[in-house]
């Protein structure tokens, strides 16, 4: 089992990948969640609730993930 | 103590790479900065898999035109990575929402919303934001600062 440090490592790894191909990714997956992995994109769906349908089916926990929203291209969201 | 934000530049957000404990349940996630929400927010498909009760009801949220029943929850740790290399961990309470409505279309669009660190938690820390020369980070405040504060 991993320490909460080896986690956020992980975590952090993944950020700085998705926000360096964050323009590759949105161009390929936008409107879609997805599940990244060791700096990779392992599943995706339309939305999370399906994503983690996906995520069952390939045997891989929610916690070995970060689940990400893509907006849609062109799309700015203000929250 | 320092917590390193990434900015990305292609969605124009501000992210910060946590991990999120529940009794029942830990998930990695990036975390969005956003001063303009007065509370911390939880994802619809995260908080349901962190197993959060919808129970304490705490108001309506409007976001992005919507509005959505907000419910609080007080028993989630947030553990961030500081830059010395520790992890940091932070009892803050957190709202969890649902639509107003049961249309499906109204739960699509809430959960297409990012997990929120709003000011709340800012109000624990010095935000420096200079993101042309990539130097984005959180600083703790100290603890007399935080009373003082408190005391105002």
């Not at chain 2, 927010?41 to 898999?49: A, E, G, P, Q, V």
């Not at chain 2, 009892?91 to 709003?118: A, C, M, Q, Y």
């Amino acid at each position: 089992m991993k320490s909460d440090l080896e986690m956020l490592e992980e975590t952090e790894q993944n950020l700085i990948w998705f926000a360096e191909n964050s323009g590759k990714i949105r161009e390929e997956f936008g409107g879609k969640a997805v599940a990244i992995k060791d700096r990779s994109i392992v599943a995706s769906a339309d939305t999370g609730m399906k994503l983690l349908g996906e995520l069952d089916k390939l045997g891989i926990d929610r916690s070995e993930v970060v689940v990400e929203r893509i907006p849609n291209k062109g799309e700015i969201r203000i929250f | 103590m320092k917590i390193k934000v990434i900015y990305d530049s292609e969605l124009h957000l501000l992210k910060i790479p946590v991990k999120i404990k529940s009794p029942h349940k830990s998930i990695s996630v990036f975390l969005v900065l956003d001063t303009g929400s007065p509370n911390t927010l939880l994802n619809y498909t995260d908080s349901r898999t962190l197993n959060i009760p919808f129970i304490n009801q705490s108001g309506i949220i409007s976001i992005g035109g919507s509005k959505y029943q907000s419910y609080s929850y007080n028993r989630i740790e947030i553990y961030f990575k500081s830059t010395e290399g520790n992890s940091i961990i932070e009892n803050i309470p957190v709202k969890v929402l649902r639509p107003t409505s049961s249309r499906i279309d109204d739960l699509d669009e809430l959960d297409s919303f990012p997990n929120i660190l709003g000011l709340d938690f800012l109000k624990k820390y010095k935000l420096v934001c200079d993101i042309k020369n990539n130097e984005i980070y959180l600083e703790r405040l100290e603890l007399n600062k935080l009373t003082q504060e408190e005391d105002n």
